[in-house]
């Protein structure tokens, strides 16, 4: 089955052809990360206007890349929340009027089953169950995998997810938006004995995260010392390390609990080298393995949408003729529609 898929739940347009037996054909992707920094934040209105123009382009470009014609497609899978209502309506539209067009079904994909499921687009993929560690910018969770489509919330963050807290921070240093990989870069140069940063819920038991208080630390910090190009940087690193350590931590408690052996990672964090190397480290330790999706696709991409799209209509899934999306989705919904 081969089937193009189509992302555009927040600021980029993303389009793909996954093909079950052939793997990923194409993927393109577009950001509109520089039409909205200098307004500090994705503006909502400006992400759709934008989607309407990309989307179309991506689609014929990736077609051409990887060689099809309408009759090479079995089916089309667009993202159908959670994310902005506006950009949703969009990738939706289009997607679901090319599936009436070309007469092959049509799906709508949860944004984030799509982040934990990018790992599988790789040569070595892991196997159910896992443990997820879900976290980029609107979210941070760890999900108790058990198969596909089977998702139990262990725990999340009870104020700002870990992306949200990173781009925050770096914007309080001065960084521009989104600022977290830029933040995370800055760390290198940090002197990580300089400040120590609280590991926030650490002795508490259970699984739940918090990130805002950090960002706190971080502003009275600065207060403190002035913002020179060092202390931001020492500034950087406490802050990473302090997110990075408590990740970890929760991480290694989740297996425990879970007995399971696999981590998987995904969401734009997902890409923070420290991050990557830590949780390596403990998962050695620990006698199992962490699997993480390549660099790219740890932010948003249409190729994470045209796999679970994939895997959905595999399964006799698709959506109806309507039009639906769900700017707030729990991905937990997904475990008991499916179980219905
Ligand atoms: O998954 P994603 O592309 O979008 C959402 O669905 O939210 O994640 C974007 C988030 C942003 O908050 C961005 O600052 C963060 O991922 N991010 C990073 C890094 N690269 C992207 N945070 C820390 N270190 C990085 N290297
Ligand atoms: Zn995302």
Known sequence: MRVLGI?????????AIYDSRQGLLA??????????????????????????RKTIPLIEKVMFEAK????????????????LIGALLVGATIGRSIGFA?????????????????????PDPPEFPFVALLVSGGHTQLVKVTRMGQYDILGESVD??????FDK???????????????????????PKRFHFPRPMIDRPGLEFSFSGLKTFAVNTAHKYGLDLQTKADIARAFQDAVVETLVIKCRRALR???????VVAGGVGANIALRSQLTDMLQKEGGKVFFPRMEFCTDNGAM????????????EKTELAIEVFPRWPLSDLSSSRNS
């Open 7 to 15: 992302e555009t739940s927040c600021d980029e347009t993303g389009v």
């Open 27 to 52: 993927h393109a992707l577009y950001s509109q990360v520089a039409m909205h920094a200098e307004y500090g934040g994705v503006v909502p209105e400006l992400a759709s206007r934008d989607h309407v």
């Open 68 to 83: 099809c014609t309408s009759q090479d497609i079995d089916g089309v899978a667009y993202t159908a929340g959670p994310g």
């Open 102 to 122: 070309w007469n092959v079904p049509a799906v709508g994909v949860h944004h984030m089953e799509g982040h934990l499921l990018a790992p599988m687009l790789e």
């Open 160 to 165: 700002d997810a870990v992306g949200e807290a």
């Open 169 to 191: 921070t770096a914007k309080l240093l001065g960084l521009g938006y989104p600022g977290g990989a830029v933040l995370a870069k800055l760390a290198e140069q940090g002197d």
């Open 257 to 263: 609990e879970t007995g399971w052996k696999t981590l």
């Open 305 to 316: 949408i045209a796999y679970v799209g994939c895997q959905k209509l595999l399964a006799g």
